[in-house]
């Protein structure tokens, strides 16, 4: 059997297959002799129609064609493929078969490689994780509201009063935000989170209704409103008024369990920084795990890009399930989409996540990163421990075959992650050696 292996731009190689005469001969008469005891031929028994009969009987000269390439492939191609020496990332496909010299022409997706270059000389700036006078301040004041002495107002709202109302915006006819009164709201704008509202219910009153036109600021977050002249309904149910604690030792003794206020800045201070660790070091991983992919020379073939598509579209169809109740195809009627419309707008994300896992993986081959059985025993007694009275029933459903490799599979991107970022903060020694795991979030 003679082969030719033409690698193909697209990660794939097309494997064109010489066969010789007897075995394509051998093929035919094999496949004629399996037909001619299937097919029932008008004026003979089965097994003794003639081959051009068979042939007429199953539809012509191409279907028999077809019929004797696949038997011949079903040899031919598993031992093309094993002397070609490629490594297939899923299954060829017969393309092409040629006639005269009888050639089988085979597509094969190629598992995809990765080249992470000079991946050690990758470095990024930390951003500043300080914690400033005006965060610490900003949390004595969410706990001076927290515990603010809150009494029903016989009066007009004011700023900064509690108030239960019902707001409707209308954008023409559409709705633009709803805001029901089944708790109180403070007014303020920055808490409302729309400009200019919280002076539309200054001086109103319980029991009083409200027709007002809001115009909405050109920045404004929501960019379909940017602009507009909203319709207002406001009701207004209760008028409450906050009469906030000082900042001082009281307030520390009623918000927390400190005794006094320096006690409780040193918390805050504490807490506010590891809270902005955490979060600078998880955006900062996921940034790095950019750079590294931006450096590599990743290479995939069609069928990668498809599968990971499909993943992201199962996913996705679950999410609208769960989150709007509503059977995909109704979903799609309601958002005027086609199933098409939402995997083109899927394609993207699944193949640069797709690349994303392609670099994790090959940098924990070169550097050696696994999670060991140990690691994985006490990362399940951890996550059972947190359950209480449950920690049987939690620890049994973690020893599940699926959940504890789904177990391992997070603790092996915590230390690939890991690793990218101290080689990313120029921490990380040449050797792989350091893989100690740090609370780094996979999103």
Known sequence: MNLQVEPLETHE???IIDIDDDTVSKAR???ARTLSKQVRVPGFRPGNAPVSAIVR???GEQVFEAEVAEVIAKDAYPKALDA??????GPGAIEEVKQSPYQLIARVPVEPTVDLKDYLSVRLPFPDTTVTQDEIEHQLQLMREDNALVQVAERPAELGDLVEMDVHAYNGSEDAFHTERRRGLVLDDARLGVPGLANLVVGMSAGEDKQATLHIPD???TEQLRGKDLQVHINVSRVSSRQLPEINDELAQTASSFSTLPELREDLLKRLSDMKNRQATNEYAMQALDEFAALADVKYPPQFVDDRLKAAFDDFKDDVKENTGLPFEEWLKVQGKTEQQVKDELRPGAEHNGKRGLVMNALA??????VNDSEIASEVEFTANRYGPRQAEVRKLLAEEDTRSSVKNNLLSSKILNRMVKIARGEASTSPADHAPEPVVVG
């Open 29 to 31: 008469r094999d496949c």
């Open 84 to 89: 070609s020496g490629v490594k297939p990332y």
């Open 365 to 370: 081959q070169a550097d050696h990163i696994d």
């Open 219 to 221: 920045d404004f977050q």
């Open 13 to 15: 190689v097309r494997l």
């Open 57 to 59: 009987a199953i539809g």
